[in-house]
Nanobody, 128 residues
Framework: QVQLVESGGGLVQAGGSLRLSCAAS????????MGWFRQAPGKEREFVAA???????????YYADSVKGRFTISRDNAKNTVNLQMNRLNPEDAAVYYC??????????????????WGQGTQVTVSS
């Protein structure tokens, strides 16, 4: 089992920045796919970003088109954390953000149902 705990959410003005962190514990591995989804009220969970292991110390990062160029995902395997730096936030980014992880490198990382492990979520509110 893997436990994921998010932190760093809060209220920010449009154009501002937030940094989300996710601490993983339990049976974690540097080879896990890790990422972030979000869910706004009345909407389905939406892929935000993911980082996948490609062997050795190589990781690839993937982003939803809506956040590309504004959000950056990073991971620190020594600390078992994955972070999401969010810049130039706008009201459409407001949602509950969830950290996700899965041991299978070949999953479709853009699909929520592919992930075995989810955090409880952290709220991000963006005021206009």
């Amino acid at each position: 089992q893997v436990q994921l705990v998010e932190s760093g959410g809060g209220l920010v003005q449009a154009g501002g920045s937030l940094r989300l962190s996710c601490a993983a514990s339990g049976r974690t591995s540097s080879s896990y796919v890790m990422g972030w989804f979000r869910q706004a009220p009345g909407k389905e969970r939406e892929f935000v970003a993911a980082t996948t292991w490609r062997g050795g110390n190589t990781y690839f990062a993937y982003y939803a088109d809506s956040v590309k160029g504004r959000f950056t995902i990073s991971r620190d395997n020594a600390k078992n954390t994955v972070n999401l730096q969010m810049n130039r936030l706008n009201p459409e980014d407001a949602a509950v953000y969830y950290c996700v992880a899965d041991p299978l490198g070949g999953i479709n990382f853009r699909v929520a149902d592919e992930y075995d492990y989810w955090g409880q979520g952290t709220q991000v509110t963006v005021s206009s």
